[in-house]
């Protein structure tokens, strides 16, 4: 029988870029949206780590399907690695990516180039209703521009920019962004693990 895993997650552009990373892991995934009575996860860890392992574990030991969650964010090295675990909220409760980027660049105002260096960092944990769980993580360094570009993506990815490649994360296709992306690291690493921790679990 094929093995369903629930995307612990709500946002239309991470379910979209997850599901094209999973195509070929031969499970069918579904998001939180095609669950009903789901309970909401109030994400309040310090770290990526402790978001996502929570998620996971909430909706898997609610459902009864295993669940993929992850945790992930911005941390520029100029601002002490924020905005960190506060990347979806930099900007306040109702915060927009729009609001996000305006206030990451207001807060970066008059830093040059060579003092921008930034990383995406994602934490996935994949929890079984068992109480067995695996995890990995993936970054992607880059810096901060001094204005957005692009029109893929979603979050920082506008602001984003890969020195190596000359463009933002948001002027890439899906294909390059998740051949280098923090979430497709992640992912490739689970994948690595995933033979082994599905065995286990049978």
């Known amino acids: 029988m094929q093995e369903k895993v629930i995307l612990a997650t709500r946002n239309p552009g991470k379910v979209k870029e997850m599901r094209s990373i999973l195509a070929d892991f031969g499970l069918e995934v579904v998001s939180l949206d095609d669950i009903r009575d789901v309970p909401h996860v109030e994400e309040d860890g310090e770290t990526f780590y402790e978001n996502a392992l929570k998620k996971a574990r909430v909706i898997a030991k609610a459902t009864g399907i295993m669940a993929l969650a992850d945790d992930s964010g911005l941390e ?33 105002q008059g830093v040059p180039s060579g003092k921008r260096n930034a990383r995406f960092r994602c934490v996935m944990v994949l929890f079984h209703p068992s109480g067995r769980w695996i995890s990995a993580e993936g970054a992607c360094e880059g810096e901060i ?30 294909e390059e962004k998740n ?3 923090h979430r497709g690291e992640a992912l490739s690493r689970l994948k690595e693990l995933l033979p082994d921790f599905l065995d286990s679990i049978q």
């Not at 924020?82 to 807060?107: I, Q």
């Open 76 to 108: 520029v090295d100029y601002l002490d690695g924020a905005p960190g675990v506060y990347s979806a909220r930099y900007s306040g409760e109702h915060a927009t990516d729009k609001s996000n980027n305006s206030k990451l660049l207001s807060d970066l």
């Open 179 to 181: 051949s280098l992306s």
């Open 145 to 174: 521009a001094q204005s957005p570009a692009g029109e893929y993506g979603f979050g920082y990815d506008p602001v984003f920019f890969i020195p190596s490649l000359g463009k933002t994360m948001a002027q890439l296709t899906r």
